[in-house]
C-alpha cells in the first residue's frame, strides 16, 4: 500500500522559505505512470493545488505561486520537496503531498495525511 | 483562475440520495472531462471518489456516481450514510496558466 509522509518544520518566520519533504513507502516515485505534487489547505478554508513534478523533474505550478515555488524530485531517496519562499501570513494552512495521475494533477489518488505550517514571528 | 462554484451545504436524511453540483466555465469544466470529486472528513486528507468525471477507484462505494452535463458537473451520493457526512471538493483540468482548479466545497450533513 502506497504511503506518503510529509515532513519539515511547522512553524516559519514571515519572509524565509518553507521547506517541505514528502517520504514515498510502498512504491516508487521512478514510475513514469504517476506524478507527484502538493496541495495546501488555509484553516477552515478550500483546497489549493501548488504544483506537480514528474520522475524526470518536469514541472507544473500554480501561476499564482510560481514566482516562490520550487519543487523537486530525488528518486533515490523515494523523495519529493516543496520549497515556497518569502512567505506571510497568508501561506500559513495544512501542506498536503499527494500522488496524482497525470502533471496537471487531473486525478489525485494518495494523499499524505497533510502537516500544518503555520507562518509567524 | 477562479474556483468553481459549489453549493455551500446540501442535507439529506439517510437512505435518501443527494446531487452536489460544481459550476465551471468552458475553460475547465465544459471543456474537459478532467473532473475529480474528493471526500475530506475533518481533520484528515482527501480521498479521491470520482475521478474523469464518471470513473470510481478501485474500492469507493458504487453509491458515488458522478456524471456532466455542459459546465456542471454533478456527483450524486445514493443510499445516503452517515459516514458520507463530511466536505466534498470538486476540481477540473483548465485551460488557463493554472492547469488545476478546486471547487469551493459542499459540506454534507446527513439529518
Known amino acids: 500500500q502506497l504511503q506518503l509522509q510529509e515532513s519539515g518544520p511547522g512553524l516559519v518566520k514571515p519572509s524565509e522559505t518553507l521547506s517541505l519533504t514528502c517520504t514515498v513507502s510502498?512504491?516508487?516515485?521512478?514510475?513514469?505512470?504517476?506524478?507527484w505534487g502538493w496541495i495546501r489547505q488555509p484553516p477552515g478554508k478550500g483546497l489549493e493545488w501548488i504544483g506537480t513534478?514528474?520522475?524526470?523533474?518536469?514541472?507544473y505550478y500554480n501561476s499564482s505561486l510560481k514566482s516562490r515555488v520550487t519543487i523537486s524530485v530525488d528518486t533515490s531517496r523515494k523523495q519529493f520537496s516543496l520549497k515556497l519562499s518569502s512567505v506571510t501570513a497568508a501561506d500559513t494552512a495544512v501542506y498536503y503531498c499527494?500522488?496524482?495521475?497525470?502533471?496537471?494533477?487531473?486525478?489525485?489518488?494518495?494523499w499524505g495525511q497533510g502537516t500544518l505550517v503555520t507562518v509567524s514571528s | 483562475q477562479s474556483a468553481l462554484t459549489q453549493p455551500a451545504s446540501v442535507s439529506g436524511s439517510p437512505g435518501q440520495s443527494i446531487t452536489i453540483s460544481c459550476t465551471g466555465t468552458s475553460s475547465d469544466v465544459g471543456g474537459y472531462n478532467y473532473v475529480s470529486w474528493y471526500q475530506q472528513h475533518p481533520g484528515k486528507a482527501p480521498k479521491l471518489m470520482i475521478y474523469d468525471v464518471s470513473n470510481r477507484p478501485s474500492g469507493v462505494s458504487n453509491r458515488f456516481s458522478g456524471s456532466k452535463s455542459g459546465t456542471t458537473a454533478s456527483l450524486t451520493i445514493s443510499g445516503l450514510q452517515a459516514e458520507d457526512e463530511a466536505d466534498y471538493y470538486c476540481s477540473s483540468y483548465t485551460s488557463s496558466s493554472t492547469p488545476l482548479v478546486f471547487g469551493t466545497g459542499t459540506k454534507v450533513t446527513v439529518l
Open positions: 510502498g512504491g516508487s516515485v521512478s514510475s513514469s505512470r504517476y506524478y
Open positions: 499527494a500522488r496524482a495521475l497525470s502533471l496537471g494533477a487531473t486525478a489525485i489518488d494518495y
Open positions: 513534478i514528474s520522475y524526470s523533474g518536469s514541472t
